[in-house]
């Protein structure tokens, strides 16, 4: 067992952890300002990963082009869920709307049966089976790809929410929700402005996930799972814990995988849940409640 | 107020007339109850991660139904169950079919789910053909009314061993060292458990194993698996795996730039039409030693034609060979027994002899315990997006390639 090879290993677990961190980081921010717990996430990343698909199949465009309209396609999605099915629900008890959301996941899953059928579907592109040789560390081109890109959307979101005046409108509807009401800002709206942006997370990151996995419909629940993982061990609500939770996990399982066995290594990223709820319930780069 | 009931000369003479008619119409009876169609559920992972696979043997039921009738068998009437790749949902759908009035039950492909349905045929007292399930203990449990044409983990493994052997004696080439990867799932661990016992019984095989790796077959990444297997510099990679699986490891083998001489399989994957499809040139060059079918039978040649018909373009393969052979055995049972009657059909599938089958082997026949004991496997091996038999010799069309062309020279 060479140092090259744990490098390898532990290398391609952060770079996979950041696209799971993109993907962690749509759930996190719908929690952190809507406080809804999005039950459907996973689902609507196997919907982005189906237009990829498509795209793929019907363009030939390569996911990384893709990347932007995916996102502006989930976002739509995620807008309209909001303000045709969730706000109404905004106010009702939490069982009301996690029944609401696991409803809509079930909906999505058995949807995209019928549509794309039960066999796993993937992409081959030009660059799929391309690897880089880093002084003897073999690197996974397409995982490269999509950490990077997964780096770029996670610094575009922060940006958007210190830097323009709709994120800051968000942030104050997060932090106090009837000073935002009193100040005159459009909660509704913002609240549907928040569940696209987060509805587009998860579309950058089915699209780059895509380079490197294949898709099944039923393959949503567990990434709903991994995302609640992530979040929960970052942070919930903070956007810099969902990706540094996104990469613990990815380096955990890597890692776990590795030196234990690897039929056991989902059993590592839930062990680093149990010792954060144990020992910080806040979370990584979470919050202490009052 | 008791009243007394006195039977009449009259009403004498009409119950006796009706009794004569009764009697006289009864071996219509037995005819009318052949001429029925044989009610057979068939439980199959037709969603969840099996469905690929599922609807693969569904595919074998589809084109069975002319083949009885060109055999002159009765005709079944298929009342589909889906079992959701979930044991307990395999065990729900078994008793509503029951319910429904299914007479006879093929299915699951899966081990775990097929062992449920097995429990609950036997509690029932309905026939069960199992089409594909090869975890041993399914027909050890003194089952009356289980029965399965498929052969165990060991059997498989003993008949690879076996092929094996005989493949890389006519190459003259030989891996020394192997690493051995399997999913860890009902069929994947018994495989594993009768891996290594089966391996010291054959002296001549050529490598020793150096690391066991068992894995989740529903992962999203394998690039750990992979790149741990090839820590090791092992030069073949002997594999126990699903399809979508197999699938991510040869991406991971390609991308981790790792040529093994030889992938060697002992379980689905890797030949099957979507890995194929899916992986084009990269797919040429495993070996699978697998339950497959004779090329040179006249029953192998017809359900070829069948599914060509029906697929154009699709390979045969073991999902379509025992689902129809589960199908046949259920037929010809209902023809002897002459009736749907859940003992008389278990009784005739224990004298089951078909000869004229697809499976290579002498044919189908169930022991005591309800195995078809006489199955023999054979080796294939992917070319050009098709597959060719290489052993045994007597049921092969192919010389086997060895050692495979590495990823990187395709």
Redesign the interface.
């Known amino acids: 067992?060479?140092t090259e090879?744990v490098l390898?290993?532990a290398i391609?677990?952060v770079l996979?952890g950041l696209v799971y961190g993109l993907m962690a980081l749509g759930l996190s921010v719908i929690f952190g300002v809507v406080r809804v717990v999005n039950f459907a996430h996973g689902e609507m990343m196997t919907i982005a990963m189906y237009l990829v698909i498509v795209f793929f199949s019907a363009l030939g465009l390569d996911p990384l082009l893709m990347l932007v309209p995916i996102s502006a396609v989930l976002f739509a999605l995620g807008y309209l869920m909001q303000r045709a099915i969730i706000n109404p629900f905004i106010n009702r008890p939490e069982h009301s709307q996690f029944m609401l959301l696991v409803a809509v996941a079930l909906i999505m899953v058995n949807a995209l049966?019928l549509i794309f059928?039960?066999?796993?579907q993937?992409i081959?592109t030009s660059y799929?089976?391309?690897?880089f040789?880093v002084g003897g560390i073999?690197i996974?081109?397409?995982k490269v790809y999509a950490a990077i890109a997964a780096l770029i959307v996670a610094v575009a979101l922060f940006s958007f929410f210190r830097l323009t005046l709709t994120g800051k409108a968000i942030r104050a509807c997060a932090d106090n929700y009837n000073g935002a009401l009193v100040v005159g800002l459009d909660v509704k709206r913002l609240y549907s402005l928040t569940f696209g942006i987060g509805a587009a997370c998860v579309g950058a990151a089915g699209t780059m996930l895509m380079i490197?996995?294949?898709v099944?419909p039923?393959?949503g629940p567990?990434y709903t799972l991994l995302a609640f993982v992530i979040v929960i061990t970052g942070g919930l609500g903070s956007m810099p814990g969902a990706i540094v939770g996104g990469i613990l996990i990815g380096l955990t399982?890597?890692l776990g995988?590795?030196f234990f066995?690897?039929?056991a290594?989902?059993m590592f990223s839930f062990g680093i849940l149990v010792l954060v709820l144990l020992f910080r319930p806040q979370g990584i780069m979470g919050r202490k409640t009052a | 107020m008791a009243s007394k009931t006195r039977i009449s000369r009259r009403t004498f003479t009409a119950g006796m007339g009706a009794a004569g008619i009764v009697a006289g119409t009864a071996p219509f009876n037995i005819i009318s109850a052949q001429g029925a169609p044989l009610k057979v559920g068939v439980l199959l992972p037709r969603s969840g991660a099996q469905a690929g696979i599922g609807q693969d043997c569904q595919r074998g039921v589809d084109i069975t139904a002319g083949l009885l009738k060109d055999l002159k068998l009765p005709t079944l009437q298929i009342m589909n169950g889906d079992t959701e790749t979930n044991v307990e949902v395999a065990r729900a759908r078994a008793e509503r079919l029951i319910n429904e009035g299914a007479q006879l039950l093929v299915g699951a492909f899966d081990s775990g789910q097929s062992t449920a349905i097995a429990q609950v045929a036997e509690q029932k007292g309905i026939p069960y053909v199992i089409n594909i399930a090869a975890a041993p203990p399914i027909t050890e449990q003194g089952y009356k009314f289980v029965f399965r044409n498929f052969p165990t983990a060991p059997t498989i493994l003993a008949n690879a061993f076996e092929n094996q052997i005989e493949i890389f004696k006519a190459t003259g080439n030989a891996p020394k060292t192997a690493v051995f990867m399997h999913v860890n799932d009902t069929f994947g661990t018994a495989m594993q458990k009768g891996f290594t016992g089966t391996m010291a019984r054959f002296a001549d095989t050529p490598y020793k194993v150096l690391e066991t790796i068992a894995y989740d077959g529903t992962a999203r990444d394998l690039s750990v698996e992979v790149a741990k297997a090839k820590a090791t510099n092992a030069e073949a990679l002997v594999m126990v795996s699903r399809l979508n699986d197999a699938i991510l490891i040869t991406r991971e083998l390609v991308k981790q730039r790792w040529s093994p001489k030889a992938v060697l399989s002992m379980g689905p994957g890797w030949y099957e039409d979507q890995y194929l499809k899916t992986l084009g040139k990269l797919g040429d060059g495993p070996m699978s030693f697998v339950p497959w079918y004779d090329p040179n039978k006249k029953l192998s040649k017809a359900l070829e034609a069948a599914l060509a018909k029906a697929h154009p373009g699709l390979n045969m393969n073991t999902n379509h060979v025992y689902t129809f052979e589960a199908l046949l055995v259920a037929a010809d049972a209902y023809k002897r027994a002459g009736s749907a009657d859940p003992k008389a059909l278990a009784d005739a599938i224990r004298a089951t002899n078909i000869k004229d089958n697809v499976s290579p082997g002498p044919g189908i026949q169930f022991d005591a315990k309800g195995q078809n004991a006489a199955l023999k496997n054979s080796a294939i091996q992917n070319r050009g997006g098709k597959l060719v038999t290489i052993a045994p010799k007597e049921a092969s069309n192919a010389k086997p390639e060895h050692p495979m062309k590495p990823y990187d020279k395709r």
């Open positions: 067992m060479t090879v390898k290993i391609s677990g996979t049966l059928g039960p066999d796993s993937g081959t799929s089976f391309d690897s040789d073999i996974d081109a397409g490197v996995t294949d099944t039923a393959i567990a399982e890597a995988g590795f066995t690897p039929s290594k989902t």
